[in-house]
């Protein structure tokens, strides 16, 4: 057997080699040691209960496989329950969990599991959790009336159970319809030894407290009532009590009432004291054998809880009214059939309370009509049973259980197969027994074991439970499938264990042998007339519902439809149901018989695996393919794989398909393409397709979310640009706005200032204050023309000399009166320089040189002021004797003049003829007419004068010169003054350089080697007559005194 890694034995049986019963057998029992109690057969699960609590389960593992595709982790029926739900939510297809087993496989338990999954990962929120915890809380509730221990199982359920969950569109629930199925209502008042009535019996005794037993009237004993067992009145890890308040609290949240919580239990406590209704013989006047309530006091208390007369109640339990159309006939009825009076209503009252339970829970969880809705639909359904002793409640659920193969078979072997022939797929035949031929024997129309019960007991004349088994007999001698004492008889055949009021059918699970006894009764299913009538008399509400053909206003004589047809259209319906949801099964398999953990029990468990046809199931799935779809669904939901089908493909469904599975490089032996469908062979590949398209939905989504953000965000950009831009425009126009309103109103000021400020200076003079301004003007103005021409007559003569002038007549005047007088006077100068000769010029320039050079240096200089400079004063013009003198010098003679010469050696004073011209002094004797000394004006360094009146002056030779050897000159000019102008002058028209003139009294001369220090002294005497002595002091000094 290859192992797979991690995994005991094949997790998928599908994977199991050789494929053999025992080596499949072999491989649940290491699973199952191995407390790996699921296993697969492709996506079916195959269950073997562990009869223990496994840690597998809780939110922790809900998680895990919610995250996780059908074959990432161990087999679980979380796993196929979470396909389920997301085939149901992502392909909106109806979905139908079928769970299959014997009694005490497990099948309650999965159902729990699978809803729980679905209860945790579907929607949230405050409605869906109120809704999920209503239909969770509907299981208590249910177990608790429908639910009984048996041999096999010490929670059996005894109804059947189809329960449509409803989700939104979401995938959130809305609520859901509650279907049951033939509850074993014989429990009630009896049960096989080992086994209890309904549990809620039990609770109520165990778990109410004692006012509310007083109010029912019970005692918590057990014992005291002859409906419960009393061999086994309690069940290890059942704890009866704290079920019962478990009960309480989810009839609660499912939405009872108080009241009818209340009635419930009252009900359920008439049940109970029903059974204690003692019965005994009671013989009429006429001796025909009759009975009476032997002890009144619980028919009373019935009363008293249902607000019933106990005449009514014992009248209805011991007598019978027959009812024709002309008369009424009132017989009464013996023990025995008194007693069986008292067990149909018994058994009734608490089947028409089950049935109203389930009608209240649907009230509470139904859904508006309005709604879209999508199904999830799980399936509990009592196991097939083989009792030693089986009836007519085997018979049907047997009955059902053939129909659920049935299901199977066509939905994964028959219509398989079928579907490849159809598809053109090439298939090699799968054998697989074929249960409609069973199916047919029980439900035909006409000639079906079911028919004929119905025919029976609806047939006058004498008909009984023989009747019906003898027609049958007649009518099935050939059928393979049905055995009897007669047939077998017929074939000669020996069974002992084949009972003369038995017949066998060979079912798809093994073979079943029903007594027919009570199948007539059953069927018919009736309760007098009487019993419903006294119940709908009774005060309590419920009580009365349950029993509303009891009201004779709605009493018919029509025959209400036997138990078997009633069962019969409600499995079809049930049929018609599964047939349109997609099925996904969950095989429970009981690994022994006696609820021990850990045993496996391979002769039990080969039976099961036989009739469950798990090989089959392998085998078909090996050879087929796990996953179909129409082209064109599959296209739709995988077309966004391949870049040529997405966005848009124009093409055919399926080249569609072909292209997508093309480009996934898929191996050829995976897929398969039928006519209309295409076929996936191995799960892997149907979630790698899943996978890729979770992959490219990402992709896809955060593409959208790239561009719609991105579109976001431009928008929202643009958004903020424009209303940037109307801010800022308006912001700027607002500015602008009032920049311009403020210039505007400083323009306007300005303008009004200057326009006030123009109109004022033209208004100006018309101002009274302005007026004083103007008249001062004017008068200002005609005070200063008189003053000038009054001026003008009186201007004083031209004449240079003259400095008068007139004094201004204001004081104001006075500035430019002495400005007047220094331009008149400028003018007069003027004037008179213009009409001077050259001559006149040239003097009078020799006259300024002489200012410059004596002015308030010289006393005699202002004496030599108005005597014009005559140059000559020895008449040299006529006298050729003197001129000769001048010798070959060019030019005019400057000055010739007498001038007495000091001796510088004696003091003594001599007269020579002084000739000055252009380059040299010459001087003469006054005798001689040969020049005496000629010195070159270059040859003089400077002139030394005396300040006081005398002519005394001293020509000093530069020592360098070639006439130095001569000495300085000690002169005395009469015309000192203009000599040394005319001297000067010639200087500096000859050589460029000023000549010195030093005015002082005390100067040095040289004379030959030695220096003489000439003194000045004026003399004391003042006048004309005075003269110039000079006396030698020493031999370096001489004093000179002047006149
Ligand atoms: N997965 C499980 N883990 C633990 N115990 C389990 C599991 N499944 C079933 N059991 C045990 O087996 C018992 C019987 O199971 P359950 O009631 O589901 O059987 P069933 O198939 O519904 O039988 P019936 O047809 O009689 O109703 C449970 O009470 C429980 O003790
Ligand atoms: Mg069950």
Redesign the pocket.
Same mark, same amino acid.
């Given at each position: 057997m290859p192992f797979m890694e991690g995994s005991v034995g094949v997790e998928d049986l599908v994977l199991l080699e050789p494929l053999e019963e025992a080596s499949l057998l072999k491989n649940l029992r290491l699973r199952y040691e191995n407390k790996e109690?699921y296993t697969y057969i492709g996506n079916v699960v195959v @269950?073997v209960?562990?009869?223990?609590?496994?840690p597998i389960y809780g939110p922790e593992f809900i998680a895990k496989y919610r995250d996780y595709t059908f074959y990432e982790l161990k087999p679980h029926i979380y796993a196929l329950a979470n396909v389920a739900y997301q085939s149901l939510r992502d392909r909106d297809r109806d979905q139908c969990i079928l769970i299959t087993?014997? @009694?005490?496989?497990?099948?309650?338990?999965?159902s729990k599991?699978v809803m729980s999954y679905v209860a945790a990962v579907c929607g949230k929120g405050e409605q869906v959790n109120s809704v999920k915890e209503q239909l969770l809380q509907s299981n208590p509730v249910l177990e608790a009336f429908g $639910?009984a221990k048996?041999i096999?199982? $010490?929670? @059996? @359920?005894r109804f059947g159970k189809y329960m449509d969950i409803e989700f939104d569109f979401k995938g959130s629930p809305l609520g859901g319809v509650i279907t049951n199925y033939l509850l074993e209502k014989s429990r009630v008042v009896k049960q096989l030894k080992g086994e209890r009535n309904f549990h809620i019996f039990y609770q109520l005794l165990a778990g109410a407290d004692a006012e509310l037993l007083k109010t029912l009237k019970l005692e918590r004993d057990t014992s005291g009532y002859s409906y419960l067992n009393q061999a086994v009145s309690s069940v290890d890890?059942i704890d009866d009590a704290s079920n019962f308040r478990a009960v309480q609290n989810a009839m609660t949240v499912i939405g009872f009432s108080k009241e009818e919580i209340q009635q419930v239990l009252e009900v359920t406590a008439l049940v109970l004291k029903l059974g204690n209704v003692e019965l005994t013989d009671e013989f009429q006047s006429n001796g025909i054998p009759g009975s009476v309530i032997h002890d009144g006091r619980g028919v009373q208390e019935i009363g008293k809880i249902v607000g019933l007369k106990s005449e009514v109640l014992e009248r209805a339990l011991c007598s019978r009214t027959m009812e024709t159309a002309k008369e009424k006939v009132v017989t009464v009825l013996n023990v025995t059939q008194a007693q069986y009076a008292r067990d149909a209503l018994a058994k009734n009252i608490y089947s028409r309370l089950f049935d109203w339970l389930i009608n209240r829970i649907n009230e509470s969880i139904k859904v508006g009509t309005g709604e879209k809705k999508k199904v999830m639909g799980v399936l509990?359904i009592?196991?097939f049973e083989i009792l030693e002793d089986n009836s007519f409640e085997q018979f049907v659920i047997n009955y059902c259980n053939e129909k659920l193969q049935q299901v199977f078979i066509e939905l994964t072997l028959k219509e398989e197969q079928e579907e490849y022939k159809r598809e053109g797929i090439p298939w090699t035949k799968v054998d697989y027994f074929d249960n409609g031929i069973i199916c047919n024997l029980i439900e035909h129309n006409q000639r079906g074991i079911l028919a004929m019960l119905d025919e029976e007991c609806l047939r006058p004349g004498v008909v009984s439970d023989s009747t019906f088994l003898a027609k049958l007999n007649q009518l099935f001698s050939k059928h393979s499938h049905y055995e009897s004492k007669v047939t077998q008889n017929a074939q000669h055949q020996y069974d002992r264990s084949m009972g003369l009021s038995c017949f066998r059918i060979c079912h798809y699970a093994g073979k079943v042998m029903y007594n027919v006894t009570g199948f007539m009764d059953k069927n018919n299913d009736l309760l007098f007339r009487d019993l419903s009538q006294a119940m709908w008399k009774a005060q309590h509400p419920l009580l009365r519902s349950l029993f509303s053909e009891g009201d004779p206003k709605q009493a018919s004589l029509k025959r209400p439809p036997t138990a078997g047809a009633q069962f019969k259209s409600s499995v079809a319906i049930l049929m018609k149901s599964l047939y349109a949801k997609n099925p996904n099964y969950i095989r429970?398999i009981k690994p022994n018989e006696y609820?021990h953990r850990g045993q496996f029990s391979s002769e039990l468990v080969v039976v099961q695996v036989r009739y469950l046809g798990l090989l089959e199931n392998v085998r078909v799935r090996r050879a087929g393919y796990a996953h179909r779809q129409v082209y064109k669904s599959f296209l739709e939901r995988y077309r966004l794989l391949s870049r040529s089908t997405w966005p848009h493909w124009n093409g055919g469904d399926r080249e569609g398909v072909e292209k997508v599975l093309g480009e996934l490089s898929l191996s050829s032996e995976e897929l398969a393409f039928g006519k209309t469908k295409i076929f996936i062979r191995s799960p892997k590949t149907l979630f790698y397709l899943e996978e890729q398209r979770r992959l490219r939905l990402q992709q896809l989504a955060t593409l959208i979310q790239k561009i719609y953000r991105g579109w976001r965000c431009r928008t929202h950009y643009q958004q903020m640009r424009k209303s940037q831009i109307l801010i800022s425009a308006w912001f700027r126009g607002n500015r602008q706005k009032n920049h311009y309103r403020k210039m505007k109103a400083s323009a306007l000021l300005i303008q009004a200032f200057v326009r006030g400020w123009k109109a004022r200076k033209n208004y100006r003079k018309y101002f009274r204050s302005g007026a004083a301004l103007i008249m001062g003007n004017f008068i200002y103005k005609s005070i200063a023309q008189k003053f000038l021409l009054g001026l003008k007559s009186n201007l004083p003569s031209d004449k240079v000399l003259d400095r008068r002038w007139p004094a201004a007549p204001y004081r104001y005047f006075n500035k430019a009166n002495q400005e007047l007088q220094q331009l008149y006077h400028q003018w007069k100068c003027k004037k008179f320089r213009d009409q001077l000769s050259p001559k006149q010029v040239q003097m009078l320039r020799e006259k300024l040189c002489a200012s410059e050079l004596f002015k308030d240096k010289k006393a005699s200089y202002p004496q030599s002021v108005p005597i014009p400079f005559r140059g000559d004063y020895i008449g040299l013009q006529g006298n050729p004797k003197l001129q000769k003198l001048k010798g070959r010098e060019e030019g005019p003679i400057l000055m010739a003049e007498t001038v007495k010469k000091v001796n510088r050696g004696n003091g003594k004073i001599s007269t020579r003829i002084l000739l000055l011209t252009k380059g040299h002094v010459i001087l003469t004797d006054t005798k001689k007419s040969q020049a005496k000394i000629i010195i070159g004006l270059d040859s003089v360094a400077g002139v030394s004068v005396t300040s006081l009146q005398d002519g005394l002056f001293s020509l000093h030779l530069s020592e360098t010169s070639s006439d130095s050897s001569k000495g300085d000159i000690l002169l005395v000019s009469d015309h000192v003054v203009e000599l040394l102008t005319k001297m000067y002058q010639a200087v500096l028209d000859a050589t460029q350089r000023q000549l010195s003139v030093t005015v002082t009294e005390n100067f040095s001369v040289r004379f030959k080697e030695s220096k003489v220090a000439v003194k000045v002294v004026q003399g004391p005497g003042s006048g004309g007559n005075s003269k110039l002595i000079c006396k030698k002091k020493g031999s370096h000094c001489l004093e000179v005194t002047v006149p």
């Open positions: 109690i @269950s209960n562990p009869y223990q609590q496994l087993g014997e @009694s005490g496989a497990g099948k309650t338990e999965a599991l $639910n048996t096999r199982n $010490n929670n @059996s @359920s890890g509990d009592y196991g429970c609820q």
